[in-house]
């Protein structure tokens, strides 16, 4: 079956370490996102990829990365410059251009401490 | 900026009763729609979509009205179920082909 997956579901990471979570999809998507969803809020996008080796900022970039060497990945890095890194991370995908909807994952939850 | 927003954080909802979830949108440009279903600890679900040359779309047990002139997008649930429960979102797409996603509304169904 076709789908977008995240790994790890549940992370937990010391306060100053660097974490990368996974996201992977088989859907042959063009496009993928990331998005940062605190307790009871919406979703805020971080970073976003139309094609491979390329990738754009979102509305709160700040203490995150990306790459985009293949079409199937896009992981995310949480680096220790992100002030308050404890969310709820979903990532997506969709085909370019044209009247297209998002497919998420399953989200990984991401605890600093 | 422009963005998507819902009128009414929570709902609490009777069950075996119809539920509308409402959406304001600000840009104009927007001409696709989309609701999605977020049940806790889990990724969105599409629900339904409907594109910008049409004012209503059924699915099984749900219909999206869209009122461009009010901006003004619903979702209708029928005969409301436990199942059900869970944060509703509407998105909008505009012109960069990205989604722009609403605050979401919390769906609580009553025994």
């Known amino acids: 079956d076709g789908g977008i997956t995240q790994s790890p579901k549940y992370l937990f990471r010391k306060e100053g370490q660097n974490v990368t979570l996974s996201c992977e999809q088989n859907l042959n998507h063009d496009a993928m996102y990331w998005y940062r969803q605190d307790p009871g809020q919406g979703l805020r996008l971080i970073y976003y990829?139309?094609?491979?080796?390329?990738?754009q900022k979102g509305d709160i970039a700040e203490g995150y990365s990306v790459s985009r060497e293949k079409k199937e990945s896009f992981p995310l890095t949480v680096t220790s410059a992100q002030k308050n890194p404890t969310a709820f991370y979903l990532c997506?995908?969709?085909?370019?251009?044209?009247?297209?909807?998002?497919?998420f994952g399953s989200g990984t939850r991401l605890t600093v401490v | 900026g422009e963005s998507v927003g819902l009128h009414l954080p929570t709902l609490s909802v009777q069950e075996g009763d119809n539920s509308i979830i409402n959406c304001a949108y600000s840009n104009s440009a927007s001409d696709y729609f989309i609701w999605y279903k977020q049940e806790s600890g889990k990724g969105p679900q599409f629900i339904i979509d409907i594109r910008s040359n049409m004012d209503k779309r059924q699915g099984q047990r749900v219909t999206v009205l869209l009122n461009k002139t009010v901006k003004h997008l619903s979702l209708q649930i029928a005969a409301t179920q436990p199942g059900d429960s869970a944060v509703y979102f509407c998105a909008e797409k505009g012109n960069d082909y990205k989604l722009s996603f609403g605050a979401g509304t919390t769906v609580t169904v009553r025994a």
């Open positions: 990829s139309q094609i491979v080796n390329d990738f």
């Open positions: 997506a995908s969709s085909m370019f251009g044209g009247n297209y909807g998002y497919t």
